[in-house]
């Protein structure tokens, strides 16, 4: 006992012998980059050509299954976004089973399941591999393309570009990604309503025919499984997909603009907007700039909160929340951004800022303190997402796709711990383009275009729409001779049935019904002349909501309590909306309206008419020029759009209105509309 007393005493006194000899004045040095393991991989090729990569992780009772296609990019054309389409369609229904099939054995297996268009991803515990791949091989070899499920799925995302007028970030995606690309380049195309309305089965099943063939795919197979039992299952559920014709596509090269480009898209009544330095870069995958150029882009916003352009513009200026930076890599060509949203007042001190972080990165070495920083955070990164099975399914496949040394992945922190301050400054000099770039910009175009022109080469600012569309002549066509605000407006009124019939309407009930969440929405909406308005909203026949404008105060009446407005901008919005066809006296209510000429819109030339209300609040208007009805109003509250128009006595009504509220897009049916039948003052009395 007393030996091991003694043991006992010399050990702590060694140990605090060790700790007095530490310089605590001194910084400790890093280690080495630690080698990451992640496990050897290996591969087979079928006889007919599908490629199999095999990672075994005996860690957990899970299979994963990825399938790539390692294909050129497809140019759609005016049908953009049937190839995305075509691979979201592949798990709509097989010749064997359909959709709800599909979904059920899923479920019942606890599976995921996704399908897109390069490829699919399925992964099951290890006892269910079998019934997830006899799945995925029917979906895979069997697809039928159901032309319902394609018209639900278009109208989907019909709906989901709504909201992209009033989107600064969408409209800004779309506009970078057409001008950075252009209209040449597969990368540069852009979805829109009417790209959709093109997309039919039969493009979908062409880019099926060309490109899920298996002589251009790779398997990567990770988790719970050897070689051999992964033979035996691909040979089994894989064997019969018959090799195809390649098909090559070669595009040139997207260039970065020859001198300073600004590049404008409207986004109504904004107080902020959002801003984009951004320009094509070619840097492929492993390329050995790839991991120095990652470091530089981290080092100026890439994702650290440290980052210059966050430290600069948020917490240094105060301008915005968030500051970011991107460069990525692809085989053919990628891209960089820069940006941040921010209030429109220092709309082009933001560019100058942006612009002054990237020059300052070419120019200026950056000290050892942030490259320690930046690298512990890619590295954390990198060792996080060594968690995702789907993260060394993908590192596999890098490898073999694109000709990468096996060890790539192994080392990875050793090459980032090895990028030094001159490789950093040598990025920059090479990837950052400040000089030859596009700004990109949406926002409130009173407050914020004049600023622009500055930064522009040419002395000229280039207008868009929300998906990226060049604007004739600033934002519209011209309007043709002969054509003015009030014709256009008398045309309106002939259309729906004449002015004197508008003028004869007394009282209007609209009723309404939408759906939100699963449940039924009934809107009843009651006007009177001269400025009464009831709108009630019923949720299984209990009103949970009465707006009421009497005349005189609007008052809000719902869960959260009752709200009275005798000013304001409630106010004046409800005291607008109680007017029956304002079109009719607009000048007398305080509204300027300006024809400004013709605008595309979806798909059919329309009016566009500039609305300012007295408190100069801008909105815009639009009526089809051929049928001379109303289709959109848009303004910085939203959009709605009306359709399906029919005959009520003498006049006639839309019956499908499809409102924006915010990021949602509710779809209105009116059910019944009644004219002059007597509506009571007391109705429009808030109790």
């Known amino acids: 006992m007393k030996k091991t007393l003694i043991l006992s005493l010399i050990s702590f006194f060694l140990v605090l012998s060790s700790l007095a000899q530490v310089d605590r004045s001194q910084k400790p040095q890093p280690g080495p980059a630690p080698e990451i393991r992640l496990g050897d991989f290996e591969k087979f090729t079928m006889p007919n050509g599908l490629r199999v990569i095999v990672v075994e992780n005996r860690q957990v009772p899970v299979v994963s299954f990825q399938l790539t296609l390692d294909i050129d990019p497809v140019m759609e054309g005016d049908a953009k976004g049937y190839v995305d389409l075509a691979g979201s369609m592949l798990r709509e229904g097989t010749t064997n089973r359909s959709k709800q099939q599909i979904d059920e054995s899923i479920d019942f297996i606890g599976a995921s399941l996704s399908t897109f268009a390069t490829g699919m991803f399925g992964s099951s515990l290890t006892r269910h591999t079998e019934t997830l791949l006899d799945l995925m091989s029917d979906i895979l070899l069997n697809p039928t393309f159901p032309e319902e499920e394609l018209q639900r799925l278009v109208n989907?995302?019909?709906?989901?570009?709504?909201?992209?007028?009033?989107?600064?970030?969408?409209?800004?995606?779309?506009?970078?990604?057409?001008?950075?690309?252009?209209?040449?380049?597969?990368?540069?195309?852009?979805?829109?309503?009417?790209?959709?309305?093109?997309?039919?089965?039969?493009?979908?099943?062409?880019?099926?025919?060309?490109?899920?063939?298996?002589?251009?795919?790779?398997?990567?197979?990770?988790?719970?499984i050897d070689v051999q039992e992964a033979r035996r299952l691909m040979d089994k559920y894989f064997a019969q997909w018959q090799r195809g014709g390649v098909t090559k596509r070669n595009y040139d090269t997207p260039q970065p603009p020859q001198g300073r480009q600004v590049a404008f898209a409207e986004r109504l009544g904004a107080v902020q907007s959002v801003v984009s330095v951004t320009y094509p870069v070619v840097l492929t995958p492993g390329h050995e700039h790839a991991i120095p150029a990652s470091v530089m882009n981290s080092i100026l916003g890439g994702g650290v909160f440290s980052g210059r352009l966050m430290q600069n513009l948020r917490e240094d200026k105060g301008y915005t929340y968030g500051a970011r930076s991107s460069l990525g890599t692809d085989r053919l060509v990628s891209r960089f951004s820069a940006g941040a949203e921010v209030r429109n007042q220092v709309t082009d001190s933001t560019v100058v800022e942006i612009l002054n972080e990237m020059y300052r990165l070419i120019y200026e070495p950056v000290d050892d303190t942030t490259m320690e920083l930046v690298k512990n955070f890619m590295s954390g990164n990198f060792a996080r997402s060594l968690e995702n099975p789907r993260t060394i399914a993908n590192f596999a496949l890098n490898i073999e796709?694109?000709?990468?040394?096996?060890?790539?992945?192994?080392?990875?922190?050793?090459?980032?711990?090895?990028?030094?301050?001159?490789?950093?400054?040598?990025?920059?000099?090479?990837?950052?383009?400040?000089?030859?770039?596009?700004?990109?910009?949406?926002?409130?175009?009173?407050?914020?275009?004049?600023?622009?022109?500055?930064?522009?080469?040419?002395?000229?600012?280039?207008?868009?729409?929300?998906?990226?569309?060049?604007?004739?002549?600033?934002?519209?066509?011209?309007?043709?001779?002969?054509?003015?605000?009030?014709?256009?407006?008398?045309?309106?009124?002939?259309?729906?049935?004449?002015?004197?019939?508008l003028e004869n309407i007394q009282d209007i009930t609209q009723k309404m019904t939408t759906s939100m969440m699963g449940q039924t929405i009934a809107i009843n909406y009651y006007q009177k002349q001269p400025n009464k308005l009831l709108v009630e909203t019923a949720m299984g026949g209990t009103v949970m909501s009465r707006q009421i404008f009497d005349g005189e105060k609007a008052v809000v009446i719902s869960p959260m309590g009752r709200q009275e407005f005798t000013q304001g901008p409630e106010y004046e919005m409800m005291k607008m909306q109680a007017v029956i066809n304002s079109e009719l006296n607009y000048q007398e209510l305080g509204i300027e309206k300006t024809l400004l000429g013709i605008e595309s819109l979806n798909g059919h030339e329309a009016w566009k008419i500039e609305v300012a209300d007295a408190n100069g609040n801008k909105s815009f208007e639009f009526y089809d020029v051929e049928s001379g009805l109303k289709v959109q109003t848009q303004s910085a509250q939203g959009m709605a759009t009306y359709s399906d128009y029919r005959k009520v006595g003498d006049l006639l009504f839309p019956f499908a209105i499809s409102q924006q509220a915010g990021p949602q897009v509710i779809d209105m049916k009116v059910t019944e509309i009644l004219i002059n039948s007597g509506l009571a003052d007391n109705l429009f009395v808030a109790q």
Do not use: C
């Open 401 to 501: 796709r694109f000709n990468l040394p096996e060890d790539y992945y192994h080392t990875w922190l050793e090459k980032l711990d090895a990028v030094t301050p001159a490789q950093v400054q040598a990025m920059a000099a090479e990837y950052l383009k400040p000089d030859n770039a596009w700004i990109v910009v949406a926002g409130n175009r009173d407050e914020v275009v004049d600023k622009l022109y500055q930064f522009s080469s040419t002395g000229e600012v280039e207008f868009f729409d929300a998906f990226g569309q060049p604007l004739q002549a600033g934002d519209h066509s011209p309007v043709p001779e002969g054509v003015t605000l009030e014709s256009v407006l008398e045309t309106y009124f002939e259309a729906i049935g004449g002015r004197e019939n």
């Open 156 to 224: 989907q995302s019909i709906s989901a570009l709504a909201t992209v007028p009033t989107d600064a970030n969408s409209i800004v995606q779309n506009v970078a990604t057409a001008v950075a690309y252009g209209p040449q380049h597969p990368y540069g195309e852009v979805v829109t309503r009417e790209s959709l309305q093109n997309v039919n089965v039969e493009l979908l099943k062409s880019y099926y025919r060309s490109s899920f063939i298996p002589n251009v795919a790779f398997m990567v197979v990770v988790g719970d």
